[in-house]
């Protein structure tokens, strides 16, 4: 059956470290894939998009991979910042017309 | 912020009664879609449209129907609201495939 998965539904960091965010995916081969942020009470705001035959984005203090052998993108925040903390979504198109979504990381990063 | 409106941003009902949520863009996108959001499950597409008239299910469609007559809106019924449709809902739209989406503020529904 088709998945996403994203590493850990709660990821705790200190403040200046670097965040890495997993989203691995089965029985999907997506031509992208996008990530997204969401804040409580509202709705995603697309971050960063990444095609299939891109290797690396980036974007600011964020980074992302897309290794369509693995099946999986990382997505890295730099210097990482309290106002970071929110949820982190990845979504892949399915080759058709919409795409699907992760559940989702919840990041907090720590002063 | 890209012009997106949903509404009602809050709705109660009650079981076996119809509701629509309503979703009206400006920005002229030719998709449009609706999702649920439900703690453990995330993001759930119901249904999408990728232009007037031409609409398609996700993967949650049973018990929902949407309809598109003009570019602007979409509109998301449930003929006969169940309590298991109690949800936050999500309107999106997006120019092309393969580019961003844009969200609206969602719409908390609760049916008792």
């Known amino acids: 059956s088709q998945k996403i998965e994203q590493n850990s539904e709660a990821l705790n960091i200190q403040e200046g470290k670097t965040a890495t965010l997993t989203c691995n995916y089965t029985?999907?081969?997506?031509?992208?894939l996008q990530w997204y942020r969401q804040d409580p009470g509202r709705g995603p705001v697309f971050l960063l998009l990444?095609?299939?035959?891109?290797k690396e984005k980036r974007k600011e203090r964020l980074k992302v991979t897309f290794d369509t052998t693995l099946k999986q993108s990382l997505f890295h925040i730099t210097a990482s910042q309290p106002a970071d903390s929110a949820t982190y979504l990845c979504?892949?198109?399915?080759?058709?017309?919409?795409?699907?979504f992760g559940p989702g990381t919840r990041l907090s990063v720590l002063p | 912020d890209a012009g997106i409106t949903q509404s009602p941003r809050h709705k109660v009902t009650e079981t076996g009664t119809p509701v629509t949520l309503r979703c009206h863009q400006t920005?002229?996108?030719?998709?449009m879609y609706w999702y649920r959001q439900d703690p453990g499950h995330g993001l759930r597409l119901i249904h999408y449209?990728?232009?007037?008239?031409?609409?398609d299910k996700g993967e949650v469609s049973d018990g929902y129907s949407v309809s598109r007559s003009k570019t602007e809106d979409f509109l998301l019924t449930l003929e006969s609201a169940t309590s298991s449709q109690t949800s936050v809902y999500f309107c999106?739209?997006?120019?092309?495939?393969?580019?961003?989406?844009?969200f609206g503020q969602g719409t908390r529904l609760t049916v008792v």
């Open positions: 999106a739209i997006s120019d092309s495939l393969g580019t961003e989406a844009f």
């Open positions: 029985n999907y081969s997506p031509a992208y």
């Open positions: 990444i095609r299939e035959n891109e």
């Open positions: 979504a892949l198109d399915t080759r058709g017309q919409n795409f699907v």
């Open positions: 920005e002229n996108h030719r998709y």
């Open positions: 449209s990728y232009g007037v008239k031409d609409t």
